[in-house]
């Protein structure tokens, strides 16, 4: 019933159209190209510098499968769903709130056929361009190191487009609820905060008991879980459990987004 009901109210070149203008947008100069070069190159540097540099000091770990890889097999993943959030988010916080807030050009947007919705649907789909770039361009690197082989690559890849989904959708109703970019400082430490504490650099069973429940409800925690189960070969239900979690994100991300759109600009 909700699929009818958005079919009905959604078209896709509409969409498409607000897609088309940030494509369009892309082509103003040289300064955008540098950040998205930028979005890539941070989670490949934390790679390399603690996956690879401190993994000489760590060792190796077990794998859930009772497998024991070296430490950069263990990282990666994670460096690859860091990868998809951070693509994602770039997009739907600072840029998304600029265009918003101070550029008005959604208020432009609506003054065209164009609904609240699609134009979140259309941000969503630019920003997940992003997020695809950075996930397909780190995934040919752990190929090329042999941190994960190319069939379990290809089942990576949606899994890391999961990831930006969701996490662009939530990006897009939170720009909506900011006042100005002072408030950005608290996306930018809980960002970090997930980034330091979601299983990524140690498994989380090593964590405290009151922690690892914190870490275990946090979105980061089950992005890496379904991509690191993917990426280093250990497919089961229990990623459903993941997926289905970063479904329902995206979902009540877009939800937010929406109604927040249509009551500050359908006025």
Known sequence: MVSAVLAARVSPARVGAVVGRNVGALRSGPAYWLVLASGFFEPVLYLLSIG???????????LADGRV???????????????????ALSETTFNFFFKMKYAKTFE????????????????????????????????????????????WALAAFPAA?????????VGMAVSTL??????????????????????TFSPVGDYPPVLRVVVEATPLFHSVELVRGL?????????????????????????????????????
Request: glycine share 14%.
């Open 231 to 267: 990426a280093a070969g250990l497919p089961g239900w229990g990623l459903l459990g993941h997926a289905g979690y970063l479904l329902a994100m995206t979902a009540a991300g877009l939800w937010v987004a929406a109604r927040r759109l249509e009551r500050a600009l359908c006025r």
């Open 108 to 151: 432009a947007i609506l003054a065209t056929p164009v609904r609240p919705l699609e134009v979140a649907l259309g941000e969503l789909a630019w920003a997940m361009t992003r997020s695809a770039v950075y996930t397909g361009a780190f995934l040919v690197v752990m190929v090329a190191m042999g941190l994960t082989r190319v069939g």
């Open 178 to 199: 900011m006042r100005g970019w002072q408030d950005f400082d608290l996306v930018t430490t809980g960002q970090f905060a997930l980034f330091l504490f979601s299983g």
């Open 52 to 62: 690879v540099g401190v993994g000489a000091l760590v060792g190796e770990l077990r």
């Open 69 to 87: 890889v070296e430490y950069a097999v263990f990282v990666a993943p994670a460096m690859l769903a860091v990868s998809a959030m951070s693509g």
């Open 161 to 169: 487009l999961l990831v930006g989904l969701a996490f662009g959708a």
